[in-house]
């Protein structure tokens, strides 16, 4: 006897076929059956009310930390891949800055394996440009690329060097594969504790001003255009950025962008509370950053929403605000913020919300299994959320799933909980509780 699971009268919301209205869908073992009215079952499937829940493709991270080898008292594969589908999250690509950097096929294979074993999310590790990270000496891009990996970079980190950068592009030209920048010039930035500009100023911390990202953004562009190279540009920060992206996206479509939830949400002057957890790089920026940074992604300058879920041990944030280490967690969170601050004022449709937190990411990373179309004969990766539940982030009543505490959002209430998470048929989150 195959399993089924009947998703019952639930608001179907698919960007892949442009689909969205309330119907039933049908999934059988690994994939989906049927979609339509009235689909039966039969007297063995597990009906699933959709009632005022919301029925859409697995949620696709481009960008988040999942911290092992190397940084297993913050986060592993386990508990970040736990996070993620707790978050509505089948598919994450893995950064690669771990210990050891992932610079190779044996650490590529590694996190895979972690990944499987736990079983809750498909993680995709990113493979690092430059050898531990140095920014000088290039990986063996081609032995990575030929066992599936898909994007480079060397995130946490900005490759400085215009020649490595060049490279790259021409690699991953090569490969058909994707060098992904964090565009942050470091001869701008030393010492930085927050956006530089008027609160900087007022709190007394040293800031990163937003050029800094701008001039890498700036020569990447070009770089891009004069290899070829497939360019993605992740956490774009501020307006400056979103204006180069404009103008480059007008002659061609090769170069994409994401954005994280909470560039999207919050600003410099919230950190007039010292809170550590608002310590993220690239920092917070304006009120007229975050306006431009919405837009841009309602316009689709900015193409995707990325998590950059960065996980610390509490005692790491803990400290004098200087000392903290940059970084928020996100997985847990960002269905949440996108619902509560873009989808719930108008700003942006549910539809297209799905669009650059799923269907969008998995076209850019390759990934034929995620992102949609909800159709008959598909891999079963979906997620179901009631998009009016409230609740607190950090709250004893949904403890977080992450092993790490350190939510830029922590205390606040939003709007959208998921119900339930299916990985090719099966429930990695049921209920909102994780069943592994
Ligand atoms: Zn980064």
């Not at 690994?30 to 079952?41: K, L, N, P």
């Not at 001003?209 to 891009?224: G, I």
């Not at 993220?280 to 940074?293: G, H, I, K, M």
Request: hydrophobic share 40%; charged share 25%; glycine share 10%.
């Amino acid at each position: 006897m195959p399993s089924r699971v009947l998703f019952r009268g639930a608001r179907v919301v698919d960007p892949a076929s442009r689909r969205d209205g309330v119907a039933d869908v049908l999934v059988e073992d690994e994939a989906i059956a049927a979609v339509g009215m009235d689909v039966t079952g039969g007297s063995n499937a597990v009906v699933v009310d959709g009632g005022g829940l919301v029925l859409a493709p697995g949620l696709v991270d481009l960008h988040a930390h999942l911290r092992e080898p190397g940084y297993e008292h913050k986060e592993t594969v386990e508990t970040g891949s736990r996070a993620a589908a707790a978050g509505g999250y089948t598919a994450v690509c893995a950064m690669p800055n771990t210990d050891p950097v992932t610079d190779n096929a044996a650490v590529v294979m590694e996190v895979r394996n972690l990944a499987d074993k736990a079983g809750l999310c498909d993680v995709f590790p990113a493979g690092a440009i430059t050898r531990g990270l140095d920014g000088e000496s290039l990986t063996d891009i081609g032995e990575m690329a030929e066992t599936g990996v898909r994007l480079f970079t060397d995130d946490g980190k900005c490759v400085q060097s215009s020649r490595v950068m060049r490279l790259a592009l021409e690699y991953a030209k090569a490969f058909d594969v994707i060098v992904c920048q964090h565009a942050q010039d470091e001869a701008l930035t030393e010492g930085w504790q927050m956006h530089e500009g008027f609160y900087s100023a007022l709190l007394g911390l040293t800031g990163a001003p937003s050029a800094a990202e701008a001039v890498v953004v700036a020569r990447d562009l070009a770089l891009a255009r004069l290899t070829g190279g497939r360019l993605h540009l992740t956490h774009i920060s501020s307006d400056e950025s979103v204006q180069l992206l404009e103008r480059d996206k007008a002659r061609g479509p090769r170069v994409t962008a994401d954005v994280t939830p909470h560039h999207l949400a919050l600003i410099d002057e919230d950190l007039i509370s010292y809170d550590t957890n608002l310590k993220v790089n690239p920092p917070l920026r304006s009120a007229e950053d975050r306006q431009s940074l919405r837009l841009a992604l309602t316009g689709g300058v900015l193409d995707a929403v990325a998590t950059d879920h960065a996980p610390h041990a509490v005692e790491d944030k803990e400290q004098e605000f200087d000392q903290a280490p940059p970084g928020t967690t996100g997985l847990e969170t960002s269905l949440a913020v996108i619902l509560t601050e873009l989808v719930e004022p108008g700003l942006l449709s549910l539809i297209d919300a799905m669009e650059r937190m799923s269907t969008g990411p998995a076209r850019i990373l390759g990934l034929d299994d995620h992102g949609g179309p909800i159709e008959p004969g598909r891999p079963a990766n979906l997620v179901l959320f009631d998009p009016a539940a409230r609740w607190i982030v950090g709250g004893t009543e949904h403890p977080f799933a992450s092993m790490a505490r350190n939510s830029a959002f922590t205390g606040r209430t939003l709007g959208g909980r998921v119900v339930h998470t299916m990985l090719r048929g099966t429930f990695t989150v049921r209920e909102g509780e994780p069943t592994r």
